[in-house]
């Protein structure tokens, strides 16, 4: 069998066979290996090292560890804020809190589910509510001192705001709104000690 058909790169003739090509697109061995190579070739979009590609229509990352660095870098450009206090979070997570606000208002819930409990046991009566909910209706000041409450500070500052109840639950009180104020944490803790009469003559 004679050579009929040559190479379209490098010209050097070649059996022309049953191939599909037509005979102009026709490539020899070595030839179809440069291609091939050159193919292959990439530049790494993260860090710019050249490297090969195992698939030559993929592979835009010479490692892994470029991929994931990539990853990541798209991830901070879409920055996620706390819902409550509006700190970045980042979007790499699915939550819509802040460490700081989720650790708050699982402490508020375990409160809640606390005083609620001793409610029942003592067959008194259980209303939902929250602690912002009580300093908006009490306009954020002490019913025992009258005295502004801050609502940022966190116990055991004296000055933290606490839930107080008038009727206390250990003397037939129920856990609802009308029956709890605002209070500071020292205010409440003397308000047990000394009694609310006492508690008006020391402030």
């Not at 790494?44 to 590609?53: L, N, R, T, V, Y």
């Not at 650790?103 to 005083?115: F, G, L, P």
Request: aromatic share 4%; net charge positive.
């Amino acid at each position: 069998m004679r050579r009929d058909v040559p190479c379209a790169d490098c010209g050097v003739m070649l059996y022309g066979g049953r191939g599909s090509l037509p005979a102009g697109q026709r490539r020899c061995r070595p030839c179809r290996q440069v291609a091939s190579w050159n193919d292959r070739q990439r530049i790494c979009q993260w860090c710019g090292a050249p490297f090969m590609s195992a698939r030559p229509a993929r592979g835009v990352y010479c490692s892994r560890a470029c991929a994931s660095k990539a990853g990541n870098a798209v991830k901070d450009q879409k920055q996620r804020a706390c819902v409550e206090c509006g700190v970045d979070i980042g979007s790499g997570h699915q939550r819509t809190l802040c460490r700081k606000c989720k650790r708050a208002r699982e402490t508020a819930r375990c409160v809640r589910k606390t005083r609620a409990r001793r409610a029942l046991k003592r067959g008194a009566k259980v209303e939902r509510y929250t602690l912002d909910e009580i300093a908006s209706r009490d306009k954020h000041r002490c019913k025992l001192c009258g005295k502004r409450v801050a609502m940022a500070r966190k116990y055991p500052d004296p000055r933290s705001p606490v839930i107080d109840h008038v009727i206390p639950i250990v003397d037939g009180g129920d856990d609802v709104k009308a029956n709890v104020q605002l209070a500071h944490f020292v205010c409440n803790a003397r308000k047990r000690q000394y009694g609310t009469q006492q508690l008006a003559l020391i402030g």
